[in-house]
């Protein structure tokens, strides 16, 4: 709780500098000056003034979520149902009562990429308590703040999603550190003084429209033709505990069987979910996810999980989207006020670790690619759950795009320990083989796991994972090897396996 | 007397450091000594005889360049875009109908400055890594009947190269201008301006010419220069108006040349002497050159298990070659990488292809296989290095 460094969490912000110098990789249109003068029209002129009065705002239970995704994302979410617009938020509205307004942004017709903007505003209610508000509004506007009067009252502006990740991220360290205010003031001057260095630096590259990688949302999920358990009963207690003996391709089948059984089930979309990201799968994961909250949109797990998903896949926004939903919609962290009582729960909880809000933070620090921050955070989630391979397989993930290849190796290894049927971390284990130079190790890891993923089933090609056979591609042709390079583009394992065997690589 | 309100630069203090690189992008390309040196020789002044010796000098490297016999022919001073912008502002009037060519950003482009003087403009649009067929072109033709139609040769954004044969025959059946980017592509894929009925030609100085950016070669045909001299209106820009243009240049009957504008005079220099080096070595040398070392490439790339991103053979460009971007890394983290470690450019997509593909240029001097390699071998380590784990 309240007892963690503050001074760790104001130098992840000055780490985050290079982060937030960086173009988001998929940097957004900015609507026309003319959408912005007439979103604004009831407003005040172009400095988005809207001071906030302290001591008054509140947090509803249901909080109004800050839609980062893309209008084009066909979740099935309805863009209009998180719209924001400036002109509804008036200080006036703030009556303190139980209330969070989050207004309404007029986007009017656009329908491709916008540039959010999205104020984080955090009052100090009294010295015990914070809250936090926030806001989104679609403008032009550059990187401000604004101090407002009254200590402790700090203004977040974001323009962009590399702001929204830290911004995010202030979220969640409100909730840690709510009675620090020195804290609090030195956050707001740091925030000063990224934005004046950001200023002083930013420089608009050739920001072209973006096409957006190959949304999986926008294709439906793709069911297994041929399913030998679609009538099977039981089959989501039987897909769960197939999972759990590490056979993620019966797993899967079961599971797509218990939703052809009953297509409104959540809790199996989230689990097929979950087990197709095990099983090194994420497209397939990613459809999985949303539909569950299509069906349950307040799914923790699913959410963490979409998060997770998401963040491989690099939709940034996506995922900031994704966890800060699992912020909101989490009893222990979305703080309800009711008249003059708070909510007594939410305040002991933070004494102890909850490895998920870990694994959060862990995901959020992998965006910003503060990579020995998210060790960190799945180290102590760990320490909780040290036999949660799940856990481990992340931590080993963070270590390796982080560059301790090595020390990855030990974090999957231990792993499948746990599940030796954990497709996606033997993924990973060969992965940083190849990063260590290791090519034979590498493409024996990828055999084994193309070799559990067909051996289960006896099915076609299409059980195994494509993500693997690329992988298993690169590390085949960095052997200087022809000969397998061609069985390898030809999708080959007998031939491949019997080279391994024979000890030909 | 009032003091200073802005103070002298802190940062001009510091002096002028400009790293070395191999530029593998999209352009420009990198500078050989010779051209680089040709920029630094003293500054004449812009009307002087021996900088209108040098500006002739450019105009006949042009017309060996381009394969034409057009006496409009000089260089805009600015880059591809410049010329673009000649082009249509001088060739188009308001009202009058254009069609673009969309199979990439330069068609965009192309829409967009046409728009801006009030033509009336369609597009016809292929996919990404495809092109147009002389048919389609056609039905195009007859339904718009546009005054201009407009093509890209080399596509960069894409690494398309557009076939050109018949096109230009069948604009004219049509009664409608042609006019061709060739930015990416001239020099080093064969084009030939008068067989093949173009109109109006540009491109760049800084790709295959390997000198650097700053002028825009360019050239209008017979057909072009009726239209463009009978025009009702002026053109909207008086800088690249083409009347005044041509008197620069030497192109027109006029007795002699009046001021318009302040040439670039070194980058004259420069581009004098890229064109003297490509005709040394000779267009059809030059051609088969890129020819040859593009498909060294992509065989190599293909031995490392990346794929090409245009499927046809004969349609790949062979000054920029885009490669799908591989499965499993962030193509921004391969490139940063490959920078970062082997002080090699390359880059991502651009317009249509953002997020798709990489693309590697081999343009003049940078187009020879110790150059490929060099490239192979980091794309290599960038595989080795960058693949991305799943958490």
Not at chain 1, 12 to 18: A, D, G, K, Q, V
Not at chain 1, 449 to 468: D, E, G, K, P, V
Not at chain 2, 304 to 331: I, N, S
Request: one cysteine or more.
């Amino acid at each position: 709780g309240a007892g963690l460094h503050s001074h760790f969490y104001v130098n992840f912000l000055l780490s985050l500098c290079p982060f937030l110098e960086q173009q988001e990789s998929r940097p957004l249109l900015s609507p026309s000056i003319d959408d912005f003068l007439s979103e604004t029209r009831g407003d005040a002129p172009p400095t988005l003034s809207r001071p906030l009065t302290s001591n008054t705002a509140v947090l509803s239970t249901t909080l109004d979520l800050v839609d980062l995704s893309e209008p084009s994302d066909t979740s099935g979410r309805s863009h209009k149902d998180h719209r924001w617009s400036p002109t509804k938020r008036s200080p006036s509205e703030d009556t303190g009562l139980n209330h969070m307004e989050a207004g309404h942004v007029d986007s009017g017709d656009q329908v491709s990429q916008q540039s959010s903007l999205i104020r984080f505003c955090l009052t100090p209610l009294d010295s015990d308590q914070m809250s936090c508000r926030t806001s989104c509004s679609l403008t032009q506007q550059n990187l401000q703040t604004q101090r407002h009067s009254g200590p402790g009252v700090l203004t977040l502006e974001c323009r962009s999603l590399s702001w929204c990740i830290v911004g995010l991220f202030l979220i969640l360290c409100c909730v840690l550190f709510q009675s620090d205010t020195v804290f609090w003031d030195k956050m707001q001057a740091e925030w000063e003084e990224l934005v004046r260095r950001k200023w002083l630096d930013s420089d608009c590259e050739d920001q072209q429209p973006v096409q957006t990688m190959v949304s999986p949302a926008e294709r439906g999920y793709l069911f297994s033709p041929n399913n030998p358990y679609r009538d099977q009963p039981n089959a989501f207690l039987e897909g769960q505990e197939r999972g759990r003996q590490g056979d993620l391709t019966a797993a899967v089948l079961l599971l797509e069987a218990a939703i052809f059984q009953d297509p409104q089930d959540y809790e199996a979309w989230q689990l097929l979910g979950s087990t197709q990201a095990e099983n090194e799968n994420e497209r397939a994961a990613i459809v999985s996810l949303q539909r569950c909250l299509e069906l349950r949109p307040d799914h923790l797990p699913a959410l963490l999980a979409l998060a997770v998903s998401c963040t491989n896949c690099g939709l940034q926004q996506e995922a900031c989207d994704a966890l800060w939903r699992w912020i909101s919609h989490n009893p222990r962290y979305n703080t309800c006020y009711h008249g003059d009582h708070t909510c007594e729960a939410s305040q002991e909880n933070l004494d102890c670790v909850d490895p998920d809000l870990q694994t959060g933070l862990g995901v959020l620090f992998n965006l910003s690619a503060d990579f020995n921050k998210a060790v960190s955070a799945f180290t102590t989630a760990l320490s909780v759950r040290p036999q949660d391979y799940l856990l481990w397989n992340r931590l080993g993930a963070t270590l390796a795009n982080g560059n301790r290849s090595e020390e990855a190796v030990e974090a999957y290894t231990r792993a499948l320990e746990l599940q030796p049927g954990f497709i996606r971390s033997r993924y990973n284990l060969g992965i940083s083989c190849i990063n260590l130079g290791a090519h034979r190790e590498a493409v024996s890891n990828f055999l084994t796991a193309l070799n559990q993923q067909r051996r289960s089933q006896r099915c076609s090609q299409q059980q195994m994972s494509s993500n693997i056979w690329a992988a298993l591609r690169v590390a085949v042709s960095l052997m200087d090897r022809p000969d397998l390079v061609q069985a390898a583009n030809a999708g080959d394992l007998d031939l491949l396996m019997l080279v391994l065997d024979r000890g030909d690589i | 007397m009032a003091s200073l309100a802005v103070l002298p630069p802190e940062r001009l203090k510091k002096p002028l450091a400009v790293p070395s690189r191999l530029l593998f992008g999209p352009g420009p390309s990198n500078c050989p000594p010779r051209i680089l040196e040709a920029g630094a020789k003293p500054v004449i002044g812009h009307m002087h005889p021996e900088i209108f010796e040098i500006m002739d000098d450019i105009k006949s490297g042009i017309q060996y360049m381009f394969q034409t016999n057009n006496a409009v022919t000089l260089a805009v001073s600015g880059t591809g875009h410049t010329a673009m912008e000649c082009a249509i502002f001088n060739s188009v009037e308001p009202g009058d109908s254009v069609v673009t060519a969309v199979n990439g950003i330069w068609g965009e482009r192309a829409a967009d400055m046409a728009e801006r003087i009030g033509a009336k403009v369609n597009t016809i649009v292929a996919a990404p890594g495809r092109f147009l067929s002389n048919a389609e072109i056609e039905q195009v033709l007859a339904k718009h009947r546009p005054a201009l139609f407009f093509l890209a040769h080399g596509e960069s954004s894409t690494g398309v190269l557009h076939p050109l044969d018949g096109i230009g025959q069948l604009c004219h059946k049509y009664d409608c201008l042609f006019l061709v980017d060739s930015v990416a592509s001239i020099g080093g894929a064969p084009l030939f301006m008068d067989q093949q009925e173009i109109d109006i030609l540009y491109t760049g100085s800084q790709k295959v010419l390997n000198a650097p950016p700053g002028t825009a070669p360019i050239s209008f045909s017979e057909r072009a220069c009726k239209k463009i001299f009978d025009r009702k209106t002026k053109p909207v820009s008086f800088f690249l108006d083409l009347k005044w243009l041509a008197n620069y240049w030497g192109c027109d009957d006029k007795p002699s040349r009046v001021y318009h504008h302040t040439g670039p005079v070194t980058a004259f220099y420069s581009l004098r002497e890229s064109l003297a080096v490509l005709a040394e070595e000779g267009l059809e040398k030059s051609w088969e050159r890129h020819q040859d070392v593009a498909e060294y490439f992509h065989a190599g790339l293909e031995n490392m298990g990346l794929k090409l991103f245009v499927k046809e053979k004969k349609a790949r460009l062979p000054t920029v070659t885009t490669v799908v971007a591989p499965q499993g890394y962030d193509w921004k983290e391969i490139t940063s990488f490959i920078m970062k470690t082997h002080n090699i450019e390359i880059s991502g997509g651009l317009g249509p292809s953002v997020g798709l593909v990489l693309r590697v240029g081999l343009m003049g001097c940078n187009s020879s296989k110790s150059k490929v390699d060099m490239v192979l071998a980091a794309l290599k380590d960038a595989l080795r290095n960058c693949h991305e784990n799943k958490l």
